[in-house]
């Protein structure tokens, strides 16, 4: 299976509750991504696993986090939920020796 | 941090015309360029990419083309078919180890018949 699966598609969440998405391949990539997208922007990268280290981006580090209990899953979490949050989140993995990214299909945040 | 510009909001062709979508990048440590197409209802997936050590790179009927002087990459579509309408991203790295993406907002292409 050469796809990266997200979990759910559709989420919709309540201001100041918490949001836990989740991202999944088996294609055994070291790196795993995690991009914001909003409606007419660009993809915003949020953080990234390589393997078992997190880096998450400076200008987003207190919003979000992540968890890769293994190579397989990684999540994408907030704990509190603010209207701003509400886009597209994308996943995306990369496989060692690799330069391009394999995609999810999203999960569509709505924040209310 | 890097800046990646994609100046064509959208794009209409006629089927069998060529199709051009530009982009610019302000780092000028950045030194690889992939694109990427998202087709209706579905994920983004890599079509092509280029890296600095060359300034044109074709495969079938796409060709990207870079001016590293002018910090410009383009991606050239021949003989378009409907099935090329999509939104297309650029993107631009410095090819680390992490090799962290930064996007442009998306050029959306549409091929008439």
């Known amino acids: 299976d050469t796809t990266v699966k997200q979990n759910p598609r559709y989420k919709l969440a309540r201001v100041g509750k918490p949001v836990n998405l989740i991202c999944s391949q088996t294609?055994?990539?070291?790196?795993m991504y995690w991009y914001q997208k909003k409606p007419n922007q660009a993809p915003k990268l949020l953080l990234f696993y390589y393997d078992k280290i997190l880096n998450r981006e400076a200008d987003t580090f207190e919003k979000f986090q992540s968890s890769r209990p293994n190579n397989s899953f990684c999540s994408l979490y907030i704990g509190s939920a603010g209207l701003e949050y509400s886009a597209m989140y994308l996943c995306?993995?990369?496989?060692?020796?690799?330069?391009?990214?394999?995609f999810g299909s999203g999960t569509r945040l709505l924040v209310i | 941090g890097e800046k990646v510009e994609q100046h064509q909001s959208t794009l209409s062709v006629r089927e069998g015309d060529s199709a051009v979508i530009n982009c610019t990048y302000t780092d000028t440590a950045s030194s690889y360029f992939p694109w990427y197409k998202q087709e209706a209802g579905k994920s983004l997936h890599f079509v092509i990419d280029?890296?600095?050590?060359?300034d044109r790179k074709q495969s079938q009927r796409l060709t990207v083309l870079l001016d590293k002087k002018a910090k410009r990459f383009s991606l050239h579509i021949t003989a378009t078919q409907p099935e090329d309408s999509a939104i297309y991203f650029c993107a631009a790295s410095r090819d680390s180890g992490y090799n962290k993406l930064t996007f442009g907002k998306g050029t959306v292409l549409l091929v008439s018949p």
């Open positions: 280029i890296r600095s050590n060359v």
């Open positions: 995306a993995s990369r496989g060692q020796g690799h330069s391009d990214y394999t």
């Open positions: 294609m055994n990539h070291d790196t």
